[in-house]
């Protein structure tokens, strides 16, 4: 992958207690490569906009710098983090090879649609991954983020096999990818792979999606609790 000492960023979390373990700084980057019809933040697809602020490797520690004392790790979120790994790379090596960084993890939280070669960079840097699976079923994957879900299965599995998966993130839809029979088949796919997976919901919000997604229904009391009967 391509060095990168820029980034176009889309926001700074300089305190996040829902971003990985314990309280972390969370640097949203801009650019994804999925479109999901979900996505809460459809402002973060393009990877050019006006919205985005450049930052360098050292502008971005200078901020993580003030949060220090009250931190426990980064995580680089987006958009899709991987989008541009370069710079990932180049603030995580950073963070890991100075003193005054000692002892912060470091996340990424991912859609999971990066080849095997881009974690093989990042993993000597990176201490756990969070990554969403939007649908078990390749079509349905189609059809909610635009893309097959190829890379994303690779991604898990390999991630899991150098244990560097924190955890997998379901983002569920009432109606779209909620069936039992879709979470059975994902719990079992996952579990298969990993009996100690962490699965994670995430329940579907109409906050900030886009117009055809905002006609969807939000998920229930009822809808959550038979997810996490099932899933766990
Ligand atoms: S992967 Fe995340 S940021 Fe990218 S389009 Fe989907 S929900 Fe939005």
């Known amino acids: 992958m391509p060095k990168a000492l820029h980034a176009q960023v889309a926001s700074i979390i300089k305190f996040s207690w829902v971003d990985g373990p314990g309280n972390r700084f969370?640097?949203?980057?801009?650019?994804?490569n999925l479109n999901c019809?979900?996505?809460?933040?459809?402002?973060t697809i393009p990877l050019q906009t006006p919205r985005a602020a450049e930052m360098s490797v050292d502008d971005v520690l200078a901020?993580?710098?003030q949060a220090m004392p009250y931190i426990s790790g980064i995580t680089v979120s987006g958009g899709e983090?991987?989008?541009?790994a370069g710079f990932v790379l180049?603030?995580?090596?950073?963070?890991?090879?100075?003193?005054?960084?000692?002892g912060l993890t470091t996340f990424i939280d991912s859609n999971g649609n990066a080849p095997q070669e881009i974690w093989d960079q990042l993993a000597p840097y990176t201490d756990g991954v969070m990554l969403d699976l939007k649908a078990l079923d390749d079509q349905k994957h189609i059809e909610l983020t635009g893309s097959s879900n190829t890379a994303v299965l690779e991604s898990i599995k390999y991630l899991d096999s150098i244990h560097k998966l924190y955890e997998v993130r379901l983002l569920l839809v009432p109606g779209h990818n909620d069936s039992d029979k879709q979470l059975i088949d994902t719990a079992v796919w996952l579990r298969e792979i990993d009996p100690q997976m962490r699965i994670k919901i995430n329940a579907f919000k109409t906050h900030g999606v886009r117009a055809l997604a905002r006609e969807w229904p939000e998920v229930s009391e009822e809808d959550l609790a038979r997810y996490k009967e099932i899933v766990n």
């Open 37 to 43: 019809l979900a996505c809460h933040n459809p402002q």
């Open 81 to 84: 983090a991987t989008v541009q």
């Open 63 to 65: 901020q993580i710098r």
């Open 26 to 32: 969370v640097l949203f980057l801009q650019g994804c």
């Open 90 to 102: 180049e603030l995580f090596k950073a963070i890991k090879s100075a003193k005054e960084f000692e």
